[in-house]
């Protein structure tokens, strides 16, 4: 059984940046693996950051998203990454990354990032 692991979330001061990546558990990104990235605070609604196709590598992002966050992968080392600056308190949440394979969602667990000012 395939799933994300995200790793790199921590403890950052606001304003600072972090990086995060996402690997496959049990297997690899391959093809027409779609990989995305969301986060969730406590007691709200999961929300979205933006996607990456594997193969191309072509990026969407959500409109209040775009500019701060980057995401890119890596082909060879076989990871997608989420790239963050300016992290502000409001920006501590779970992020997760998921990968969508011939229309079948797969979750990672989600790695905690604590912003404080």
């Known amino acids: 059984q395939v799933q994300p692991a995200e790793s790199g979330g921590g403890v950052v001061q606001a304003g600072d940046s972090l990086t995060l990546s996402c690997s496959v558990s049990?297997?690899?990104?391959?093809?027409?693996?779609?990989v995305a990235w969301y986060r969730q605070a406590s007691g709200k609604e999961r929300e979205g950051i933006g996607t990456?196709?594997?193969?191309?590598?072509?990026?969407h992002y959500a409109d209040s998203m775009r500019g701060r966050f980057t995401i890119y992968r890596n082909y060879h080392e076989n990871r997608a990454w989420l790239h963050m600056n300016g992290l502000n308190p409001g920006e501590t949440d779970i992020y997760y990354c998921n990968m969508q394979r011939s229309s079948v969602v797969y979750w990672g667990q989600g790695t905690q990032v604590t912003v404080y000012s």
């Open positions: 049990g297997g690899t990104f391959v093809g027409d693996d779609m």
């Open positions: 990456i196709s594997w193969d191309a590598g072509s990026r």
